[in-house]
């Protein structure tokens, strides 16, 4: 079995926008985000990315763009030597009432059976309380991240509650290479 860090995308690999992020033209990659990927992949970690894109069911962007912004961040992270091994999107609609959708555990799940990964073992990060939410659901210890729409403060009251709290994603490779040791 493998372990994995499963990590959201807006918020955490790349900055947020309320508007949703559409295309490449609006895609901000965090400067720190590709050498994270590599420090993961040295710890011994595949490198999964999990995002509601709600958008798509939409009709706000494609599939087609969110391929496109894909494309793009695994060029980042290759460029530090790190490498992504698989994206899980839901682009259901939030009324649909899907499985995949986050704080669902669908995406991981799914990941976990096709990849062989030890979620005992793995890590969710992520910006949200869905994050947080679909890490409880799937048994995978979370960190929050303070990178995109969380603040410490809303941290402290949220519900279910992150095992851990990082600045950003690298700020969370430490936290893994620690927390790491002990499971
Ligand atoms: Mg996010
Ligand atoms: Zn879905």
New binding site residues.
């Given amino acids: 079995m493998i372990k994995a860090v499963f990590s959201d995308r807006d918020g955490v690999i790349n900055s947020d926008r309320p508007d949703y992020v559409k295309n490449v033209s609006e895609l901000n990659i965090y400067p720190f985000f590709p050498s994270a990927v590599k420090d993961f992949n040295g710890l011994g970690f595949s490198v999964f990315v999990i995002s509601?894109q709600q958008g798509v069911g939409k009709g706000i962007y494609t599939m087609e763009d969110v391929r496109g912004i894909e494309a793009e961040i695994r060029k980042a992270a290759e460029s530090a030597g790190g490498v992504i091994t698989d994206f899980r999107y839901?682009?259901?609609l939030e009324s649909?009432k899907?499985?995949?959708?986050k704080p669902?555990a669908?995406m991981i799940l799914d990941l976990a059976a096709e990849y062989d990964i030890d979620l005992t073992k793995s890590f969710v990060i992520g910006d949200s309380v869905r994050d947080v939410g679909a890490a409880a659901e799937a048994g995978v210890r979370s960190i929050l991240v303070l990178s995109g729409s969380a603040s410490a403060e809303t941290a402290e009251k949220m519900d279910p509650k992150p095992d851990f709290v990082a600045r950003d994603i690298a700020d969370a490779v430490s936290l893994v290479k620690i927390a790491a040791k002990d499971a």
């Fill in positions: 509601n839901c682009t259901h649909e899907c499985a995949c959708r669902r669908g």
